[in-house]
């Protein structure tokens, strides 16, 4: 075939090499404030970094979803920008997703306005924003000023929630250019087909949504939240029901880098073995390697040391950086018994793992050129 058809067979190699590249996805995680640092409560967890500031009442609360939780007054507390508008957020009739663990002190705020959880874009212009909110006592609305989309007390209350009621519940208004929803707790609330917006990089809030300045009289003192917000995130793509689950149990693992210690840590790796196994052929070291040079030696003893853990009678206090080895939470002498178990004291680097190769699309191109040369000189 490649004799007779040499231009064939050159289509075929293109198509292989595009084939094999790898295209990175342009779905992306833009914005996640965890609450966590209370000396940071704007701190983006996004690879993006869309790090804001506390403006008004808002404080740390350790009593969150998952870690610690923003406090907003419902007076004038919110977290806003530095200077320029976030890097990376939807605008105009881009997709998106917004999501948030919410405990609502009231539905509406201490001027008796409704509490907004984010928003940004012009308000007071027909579909020139991006803003959710609580609506009525128990209800929501996804706003695009002038083409709302709104989940009533009855349809909330057909979940049997009271968001008012003191427990946590998670909330997502998302948009995939064509439909828009509103999710509770994972449970689809309402949807519709809304036409096109064009939501624009001004007044980005989170904890607000429209308030009064300037010619913008229509919001009085402001729908800013009151009670505690947590894990609040913003994609630029509509999530599907399984990542909104996901997202709703903390896990954000498929939009952010993760600590590569984390299930040695966090009680995911529990079985020596197990244990063992991730150490060897994920981390490529050896048990006892607290520092994560690659080896197991007197540095990683002086390291653990120095952290004034080593049976310091304070339970589950411990992580593999600070000598808890075994994965019991503690610093101890059973973690000297894993890592002296394991054998790599002082042996230098483990050796690398052995795996074959798979050759570059490139490099499939360059041969498979040389392989068409060639037949077309036989021809």
């Known amino acids: 075939m490649c004799v007779n058809r040499p231009w064939l067979c050159v289509g075929l190699l293109v198509s292989l090499f595009f084939a094999c590249t790898p295209v990175a996805s342009a779905d992306e995680l833009v914005g996640l404030w965890r609450f966590d640092n209370a000396d940071n409560l704007g701190l983006d967890s996004s690879t993006v970094g869309n790090n804001l ?5 808002v404080s740390f609360d ?3 979803r998952f870690g610690g939780a923003g406090d907003f007054d419902g007076v004038d507390g919110m977290l806003i920008p530095t200077a320029d508008f976030p890097q990376s957020i939807p605008l105009g009739n881009d997709p998106y997703t917004i999501a948030t663990w919410m405990r609502p002190i009231a539905p509406l705020n201490e001027s008796g306005y409704p509490a907004g959880m984010i928003g940004w874009g012009s308000y007071g212009d027909a579909r020139s924003v991006n803003a959710f909110r609580i609506f009525n006592d128990n209800g929501f609305r996804h706003y695009w000023w002038g083409a709302d989309l709104d ?3 009855s349809d909330v209350d057909l979940l049997d929630v009271d968001l008012d009621d003191g427990e946590w519940h998670h909330a997502v208004a998302l948009y995939d250019g064509e ?8 449970e689809l609330l309402a949807e519709d087909f809304p036409g096109d917006n064009d939501a624009q990089a001004e007044d980005f809030a989170v904890g607000r949504t429209c308030s009064e300045g300037g010619a913008r009289p229509w919001c009085g003192p402001g729908e800013f939240f009151v009670g505690q917000l947590d894990d609040v995130a913003i994609f630029d793509f509509a999530l599907d029901e399984n990542q909104i689950v996901a997202i709703m149990n903390g896990d954000f693992s498929e939009f952010v880098e993760t600590d590569p210690l984390a299930p040695l840590d966090n009680g995911t790796l529990t079985n020596p073995d197990e244990r063992a196994n991730y150490v060897h052929d994920v981390l490529n070291t050896w048990v006892g390697d607290a520092n994560l040079d690659g080896e197991f030696n007197s540095g990683d003893l002086v390291a653990v040391f120095t952290t004034g853990e080593y049976e310091d009678r304070i ?3 411990s992580n593999w950086r600070s000598g808890d080895w075994n994965g019991d ?10 890592a002296f178990a394991d054998g790599g004291y002082e042996l230098g680097p483990r050796p690398p793992i052995a795996a074959v190769p798979e050759p570059s699309s490139g490099i499939l191109l360059v041969i498979g050129v040389i392989a068409l040369g060639r ?3 036989l021809a």
């Open 53 to 57: 500031v506390v403006d008004g009442g």
């Open 62 to 64: 350790a009593g969150g």
């Open 151 to 153: 989940a009533s007390d």
């Open 179 to 186: 439909v828009r929803a509103l999710y509770l707790n994972g």
């Open 315 to 317: 339970e589950g206090n």
């Open 329 to 338: 939470g503690d610093f101890g002498s059973g973690d000297f018994v894993a």
């Open 375 to 377: 037949w077309r000189r």
